[in-house]
């Protein structure tokens, strides 16, 4: 429910402890009225199964509704996971069943941004290694996308924590790689990697707008919740949709 400062919305945010970026991401782009409340989930290893993922968060799920929110906010990708529909159907459903209240997972969220900017060629920058970003593509094509090419940042002193220490620099030449004429859309995903504080100058620099995944999980959950506040300086879709 809202409360003094939530006076529109309360939206409890779960996350993984190694996760350093999401949180001031997200509050960079709150609207007046709405407060964002944020509950961790250990994460010692990056899962390589669902199961292993929901054991994981089924604790801090719990614990996100003792606050009483008016909308639990996944912001955790799971889309390198193998047969990802699958997978994100199915953390979507344990969420919603656990809570009872409405939600907006970053898996979805993606997907909704491209298809609200009417795009189908993508090209997508991620924290991943290369067997994860093909699974990252195989997600988007059996969602419809055209993925013209994937770039992956990770290594393997890249992984959990080591993501957010991923340099704004490195982020920039990875979508001039994956970036072409007939990509309409420039796409970044994992959480936990800088994107979403530069993502109006990518644009600018490309001529073509960038959805970074922390924008658009927040994007999501604010339209999702009847909030339709335009905030200009974080791209596109939060500018005009």
């Known amino acids: 429910m809202t409360d003094a400062l939530g006076l529109r919305a309360v939206f409890s945010v779960v996350l993984p402890a190694t996760n350093s970026i999401t949180e001031p991401d997200m ?5 007046p009225g709405v407060s964002n409340q944020t ?29 009483r929110p008016d909308r639990i906010v996944v912001g955790y990708t799971s889309e390198f996971l193998p047969d990802g529909i699958t997978v994100a159907s199915r953390l979507r459903a344990f969420v919603e069943d ?6 907006t997972m970053a ?20 924290p991943y290694l290369p067997a994860e970003d093909r699974n990252v593509q195989e997600y988007f094509a059996a969602l419809g996308f055209s993925v013209t090419g994937v770039a ?7 992984r959990l924590v080591g993501t957010a220490r991923i340099s704004e620099a490195d982020v920039r030449d990875a979508f001039a790689r994956v970036d072409a004429a007939d990509v309409e859309v420039l796409v970044q995903i994992g ?51």
């Open 27 to 31: 509050a960079a782009q709150r609207p």
């Open 39 to 67: 509950f961790r989930f250990p994460l010692p290893g990056r899962p390589d199964n669902l199961d292993t993922l929901l054991e994981l968060m089924r604790p801090t799920v719990a614990l996100a509704l003792d606050c």
């Open 98 to 103: 656990a809570v009872g209240r409405p939600t």
């Open 107 to 126: 898996s979805d969220a993606v997907p909704e941004a491209l298809k609200t900017l009417g795009a189908k060629r993508i090209g997508i920058v991620t």
């Open 152 to 158: 992956g940042l990770s290594s393997a002193r890249k």
């Open 191 to 241: 959480t936990n990697l800088v994107c979403a504080g530069f993502a109006a100058d990518l644009e600018v620099s490309h001529g073509k707008p960038v959805v970074a995944v922390n924008t658009a999980t927040y994007w999501l959950a604010l339209r999702s919740h009847g909030i339709n506040d335009r905030l200009d300086g974080h791209g596109i879709l939060l500018a005009r949709h």
